[in-house]
């Protein structure tokens, strides 16, 4: 297994450490002058103590390990210190449901920086990799990140696999729903949403694929007790969505923009559905606020039955649609094996992964049914040939294969296999995540 606290050369010292969040712990304050450097890498105000005692009980609540890189030696006199990290990157232990309510632990990749006057230095290469080989060696088969540039992670065997687009819906008197609300929605405080929340994101962890589920973070965010600042934010407001039997199954936390702001927009923090009903009938009362003209959401589905739940569908103007989850396959027989295929099929997969984790070729055969079938092809001619990138994005359904061979990146070497590939890893609804980390 890779050591990642080997030295990575003679310049740096790489750390790796649990997030902890009593004061009183001889690392304490590693971790906070750690989440500083972070706040610093992304352009973020420095924290207050406040901030970062709140951000430590999280960390520690999703049992964070963190990396830090630390410059050996000295460093010029009143530039920062040796004690403050170059290079941060964290890990957490997440569910990723993979289609058919299956759930696959997964290694999710946060807090990548690298301070601008160390970077191009292979420091990054050098955290990612030591840390993906070592989640493969504790017996993970996935990891997962967010982005914040296109071009960063595809050399390092991670494929876009979900999508997400912002959008403003015009709430005016365009805005009308078909049919009937199919439960009840009221107002409440958003502090119940610090109990709630998590009780309906458990449900919705179960029913979609491509979710993740949430740090501790997220019920903070959504109850308004933290905002981006740190500081609890007043100006967020709830609504809870009750079924016929009058039990609790989704809510939205919303925002205010000001009166300022024309058009009078409400902001949604957080909406989180666990059923068809809950999310029409929330969208519903978004539209039936007054005085508001817009609701806004960034981080609303690609494929929205909004839009086909409404008599205009152009009162929703969207934006381009942004790649959202990377996914990275750590061990392929071990993420086929875990997926279910709603198809019978075989087909016959080489892979190549630069990395040397995933690479290799199998046989895939599904009856249609709970299992497959994973066993290494022992010299048989592949079906198709793909990196580990692409099987990552066809991974949830999310991308086609046969998209993926035409733009030259998969090679269909026997006809039909790219959109066999494409039934094969279809999930039984749109693979959606609305968890950002
Ligand atoms: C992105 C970032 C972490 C890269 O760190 P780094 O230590 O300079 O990267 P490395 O030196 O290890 O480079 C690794 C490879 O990635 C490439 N790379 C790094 N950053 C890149 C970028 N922004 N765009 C395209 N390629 C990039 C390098 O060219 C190198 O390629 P190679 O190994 O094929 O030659 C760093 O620039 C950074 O902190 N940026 C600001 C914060 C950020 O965007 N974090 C990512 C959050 S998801």
């Known amino acids: 297994m890779a050591d990642p606290n080997e030295k990575m050369s003679g310049k740096y010292t790489v750390q790796r450490f649990p997030a902890v969040a009593d004061p009183d712990d001889a690392g304490y304050s590693r971790c906070t002058t750690w989440v500083q450097a972070v706040s610093h890498g992304f352009h973020q105000q420095r924290r207050d103590d406040e901030y970062l005692a709140k951000t430590l009980v999280a960390y520690q609540k999703d049992k964070r390990e963190l990396t ?23 890990t957490m232990r997440k569910d990723l449901n993979i289609g058919f309510g299956r759930q696959l632990e997964s290694n999710l990749v946060t807090a990548v920086t690298v301070r601008g006057t160390h970077r191009r230095n292979g420091i990054l290469r050098g955290m990612i990799t ?16 967010t982005a914040s540039e296109a071009s960063i992670y595809g050399r390092f065997g991670f494929g876009v696999a979900t999508f997400e687009r912002s959008i403003k819906v015009d709430t005016g008197p365009r805005f009308r729903l078909r049919g009937q609300p199919l439960g009840t929605v009221e107002v409440a405080d958003p502090a119940v949403l610090l109990d709630v929340a998590p009780q309906v994101f458990e449900r919705v962890q179960r029913l979609s694929p491509g979710s993740i589920d949430r740090q501790e973070y997220y019920r903070l965010l959504a109850s308004g007790s933290i905002g981006h600042d740190g500081k609890p934010d007043t100006s967020v407001r709830c609504a809870l969505h009750y079924d016929l039997s009058g039990s609790l199954d989704g809510y939205v936390s919303y925002r205010f923009k000001g009166w300022d702001h024309k058009p009078y927009t409400m902001e949604i923090v957080d909406l989180v559905a666990a059923s068809n009903a809950a999310y029409l009938d929330l969208w519903r009362f978004l539209g039936s606020i007054d005085l508001i003209d817009e609701v806004t959401w960034a981080e609303a589905p690609v494929d929205d039955p909004l839009a086909w739940a409404l008599d205009d569908p152009r009162c929703i103007e969207a934006s381009e649609i942004r790649d959202m989850l990377w996914l990275r396959i750590l061990d392929t027989p071990a993420a086929l094996r875990a997926r279910c295929f709603p198809v019978a099929g075989r087909l016959v997969l080489e892979v190549s992964d630069s990395l040397d984790l995933a ?33 990552a994005s066809i991974y949830l359904g999310a991308v086609s294969p046969v998209t993926l061979a035409a733009a030259g990146r998969v090679s269909e070497k026997a006809a039909g296999a790219a959109f066999l590939a494409q039934q094969l890893f279809a ?10 980390f």
């Open 130 to 145: 030591a840390d993906l080989e070592a989640a493969k060696d504790d017996g993970l088969a996935m990891a997962a990140l």
């Open 359 to 391: 690479g290799g070729t199998w046989v895939l055969e599904s009856d249609g049914g709970a299992a497959a079938v994973v066993n290494e092809a022992s010299g048989e001619a592949p079906d198709l040939i793909l990196d580990v990138t692409d099987l």
């Open 68 to 90: 830090g890189v630390y410059v050996n030696g000295t460093v010029p006199v009143h530039s920062l210190g040796t004690d403050v990290p170059v290079a941060t990157y964290a």
């Open 427 to 436: 999930v039984e609804r749109s693979a959606h995540c609305l968890t950002h």
